[in-house]
């Protein structure tokens, strides 16, 4: 259900010019179409700019009317093979993708993002905490602090280089290299003398820090989602012999979320100012059953295919209410 005025549109809404959206996402859904039909409290229409990352550029001023121009050299999907480049102002970004990747790294995008002030989901001061995987995990131990066995966390060490990577704790143990999602960059040690191996690697990775954490045998994974108001739980089951569940074939269910789970959501969901679109990623122990926060992922946060069409539609919801509450995309 789109979010309208509650009073009648005035008469020359159809004047207006339409709010841009900005949506940052290249590798699923179209946003074009999810948005069909939306329009503001002031029945301002929207436009909705689809693209990736790797085709954007900005600029943006603080002496000119035009603050902030995106140059969008691709949209998605593709309209056609033949169109031309564009310049847009957006009122408001949606960013569904990571900023960071193995093979690209957005981040000064980002910064010209926050220079300008752009209104977002999730914020743009979140988004950029979210490329350094420390910040996160940092928040998460605090929250266990703060909580106790109320917000289990996996216990860590952390190392900033090979130099300072005196490990102590239980074997075998994962490392997870820098800050990368998706499986990439972690490895199983099975012992002190593989990680000395692993530590003459490291050097090679001289501004790269790691954590070791202890590898724990699970019977299957949990992901607790929040979307705005609404929660999901789901578990994972691998199937295919990979430790690395995410990687491999995995069986999913969704799940009643239970309210141990919803309160883990929502301990997650104050971390850098408010996170309006999370997932928070667990772990079932084997044999005592006990369940252990491996990691909590924010505005890039994928969705579950089954249901998907669903929660894409309230993060359409989330982001009309946002831009509603804009004095500038309401006064003009």
């Known amino acids: 259900m789109w979010f309208f005025s509650s009073s009648p549109p005035a008469a020359d809404d159809a004047s207006l010019p339409p709010a841009v959206l900005l949506v940052i996402q290249a590798d699923a859904y179209d946003w074009v179409n999810i948005m069909k039909g939306a329009r503001l409290h002031n029945g301002r229409a929207l436009r909705v700019i689809q693209t990736s990352w790797e085709d954007i550029h900005v600029h943006c001023d603080t002496y000119s009317s035009a603050s902030l121009c995106i140059e969008v050299r691709k949209t998605y999907p593709p309209v056609s093979e033949k169109a031309r480049p564009m310049t847009v102002q957006p009122d408001f970004v949606l960013i569904r993708n990571e900023v960071r990747t193995p093979g690209f790294d ?52 952390f190392a900033s280089s090979h130099r300072s990577l005196m490990y102590g704790y239980t074997f075998p143990a994962v490392v997870k290299v820098g800050s990368a999602h998706a499986g990439v960059g972690k490895m199983q040690i099975r012992d002190h003398h593989q990680m000395s191996d692993f530590r003459s690697v490291l050097a090679m990775m001289p501004h790269e820090h790691c954590f070791v954490e202890p590898f724990i045998v699970g019977v299957s994974d949990l992901r607790i989602q929040k979307i705005g108001s609404n929660y999901r739980a789901f578990r994972r089951s691998d199937v295919s012999g990979e430790w690395k569940t995410n990687t491999g074939t995995a069986i999913m269910e969704e799940l009643d979320c239970e309210p141990r789970w919803r309160a883990w959501a929502d301990a997650a969901a104050g971390i850098f ?3 309006e679109i999370l997932t928070v990623d667990a772990i079932i122990e084997e044999g005592s059953g006990k369940e252990l926060i491996i990691e909590v992922n924010g505005t890039s946060s994928g969705l579950f295919p089954d249901c998907a069409a669903a929660d894409n539609q309230h993060i359409a919801e989330l982001v009309l209410e946002r831009m509603n509450e804009l004095p500038s995309t309401l006064n003009l």
Do not use: K, T
Request: a positive charge.
């Open 106 to 157: 957005a981040r000064s995008r980002l910064s010209g993002l926050l220079f300008a002030d752009c209104p977002s989901v999730n914020s743009l001061e979140s988004i950029q905490l979210f490329c350094d995987r420390a910040h996160v995990m940092g928040q998460l131990h605090r929250l266990h602090r703060q909580l106790g066995d109320a917000f289990p966390v996996v216990p860590q060490h």
């Open 273 to 275: 100012g408010g996170l």
